[in-house]
């Protein structure tokens, strides 16, 4: 290959590893909260927690109602061209929408509160109401930080950006530590260590893009900054429903059904917490995938006019899959033996016990996050013709087949049902993705590779669950000498694909 597009491919990984540093080490120690949270919440109270945690990520698209993409999209445009002046009218005419639609929803939220949101929550319990509350201070705080996020991001201030992420989260980690054991509080400690962490952020946020606030907005922008950013819209609450729709489901069963699949008598707050604690394990593949994000959108939009970029994208997606292979295999095949890994300070788990009956669900949402990762590459020819109109679309078919699979699976499955639900909507996003990506920008992806590569990781996944009763084998040393052909099997494919 030539030297010039290795030398980008170079770039994507540099600044795909200081955005993906910065998240994978604010994850990290964010998870580094699930232990503590499985120990000293029940999976009722942890349950709850997920379920608000999914009505913010629902709603935080609402929030920011496509302006995050529309301002990297024109801002992009007048940084390339060295217009100062009107990068900073842009930004303070998206900030100022989104403080008005931010506002707006956050009154009329409350307003309706009760007696017609808090059931969906299951917060119709005494302190309820105050929750809601609080999840609608970080929807408010959230909303007003995504365009100051996004401008570190097109502006190549990438370590400012990762020092306020950790910020945000070893503040949010040190509040809920302290709140929990040393002010004895319950589950309202997790929303006030949140509040505070995202306003010390936002001001944080605000410090460094201070002086684009003297331009003075300019409304006649707004018609082109929505009519790209609103199809985002409807696209992003596909999102929303494919990632967080499954709890409500989940709450919604009924003892029976639950009974009948785990032999157990979990309520349904039980149930969902379990699901929420295990989902947390799909978190390593949730990170390489968010650490592509970051920098793959700046980074196609800046090379789409070049003549090679079509090879380049291609190589990118064989590399990325590489590496969602060997996180799938690797976090598969450990996934019991991480989560009953001691922490001495906490005197528990990785993941507490009371929530290991869900372990299984893993795997599946491993698959389902690599899938995703193959919907983010796929529409970079989308995004470089202009057509986003086609990503609602797109995310409409995955929204029926999220809302079917858990309204068909979950009564008979319950969380593996869910998990399965997930895997599929993405796997036909990713499909239907490559199919309108292809028709205006195409691209010589290397399916045949990408897929041999999945069947086999799965296959090696498979055979961990089949071959020790077969073969009396330790379990430690079939899972080394499964990690290692996996890895190996895997570079191989690689290797290949890249000489076809």
């Known amino acids: 290959m030539q030297a010039k597009p290795i030398s980008k ?29 499985t120990l000293y919440f029940t999976p009722a109270e942890y349950g709850i927690v997920g379920l ?29 061209n060295n217009n100062k002046q009107e990068t900073n009218r842009i930004f303070t005419t998206v900030q100022l929408a989104i ?64 020092l ?27 929303f006030i260590s949140n509040i505070l962490a995202s306003a010390l952020s936002l001001l944080l946020l605000t410090a460094f893009t ?71 394990m799909a978190v390593f593949m949730l990170l390489c995938v968010q650490m592509f994000r970051l920098a793959w959108q700046p980074f196609f939009m800046r090379y789409a006019s070049d003549k090679e970029s079509p090879e380049l994208f291609a190589r990118v997606f064989l590399y990325f899959n590489t590496a969602c292979a060997i996180i799938f295999v690797s976090i598969s095949l450990y996934t019991p033996l991480i989560v009953a890994l001691e922490i001495p300070v906490l005197n528990g788990t990785i993941i507490d016990s009371r929530y290991w009956s869900g372990l299984h669900i893993v795997p599946v949402l491993l698959m389902a996050y690599w899938f995703q990762g193959w919907f983010i590459n796929l529409t970079a020819g989308i995004f470089i013709r202009e057509k986003t109109i086609t990503l609602p679309k797109i995310t409409l078919y995955g929204s029926v087949i999220t809302i079917a699979g858990n309204m068909l699976l979950v009564p008979y499955f319950g969380m593996l049902g869910s998990a399965m639900a997930t895997l599929g909507c993405y796997a036909v996003m990713s499909l239907v993705a490559l199919l309108y ?6 691209v010589p992806y290397p399916m045949r590779g990408v897929i041999t590569m999945m069947i086999f990781s799965i296959a090696i996944v498979l055979c961990d669950l089949y071959l020790p009763a077969q073969i009396g ?14 890895i190996g099997g895997i570079l191989f494919i690689t290797r290949l694909s890249l000489k076809k």
Request: charged content about 15%; overall charge positive.
């Open 9 to 37: 491919i170079r770039e994507l990984f540099s600044d795909s590893l200081i955005y993906g540093l910065s998240s994978v080490i604010a994850r990290f120690i964010n998870y580094l909260l699930v232990p503590f949270y």
């Open 52 to 80: 608000l945690f999914a009505a913010i990520v629902f709603l935080n698209v609402i929030y920011s109602f496509g302006m995050e993409s529309s301002y990297i999209r024109y801002a992009s445009i007048s940084i390339k």
């Open 99 to 162: 403080l008005s639609v931010a506002t707006l929803l956050t009154l009329l939220l409350y307003a309706f509160a009760d007696p017609h949101l808090l059931p969906l929550m299951s917060l119709n319990f005494d302190g309820g109401e105050r929750l809601f509350a609080m999840m609608l201070v970080i929807l408010w705080l959230d909303a007003l930080s995504i365009v100051p996020y996004a401008h570190l991001r097109i502006a190549k201030k990438a370590i400012n950006y990762a």
């Open 164 to 190: 306020i992420k950790l910020f945000n989260v070893l503040l949010n980690v040190g509040l809920n530590l302290y709140l929990v054991i040393v002010a004895g509080m319950g589950i309202e400690a997790i």
């Open 210 to 280: 201070l002086p684009m606030y003297k331009a003075a907005p300019e409304l006649s922008l707004l018609k082109p900054l929505l009519l790209f950013g609103l199809p985002y819209v409807p696209n992003g609450i596909g999102f929303a429903i494919n990632e967080v729709m499954n709890r409500f489901f989940l709450v919604r069963m009924s003892p029976e059904q639950i009974f009948s699949i785990y032999n157990t008598p979990y309520t349904p707050e039980e149930i969902t917490g379990i699901f929420n604690a295990c989902y947390k």
């Open 437 to 442: 990506s292809m028709k205006v920008y195409p």
């Open 473 to 486: 084998l330790n379990e430690r040393i079939l899972k080394l000498i499964l990690l290692i052909i996996g």
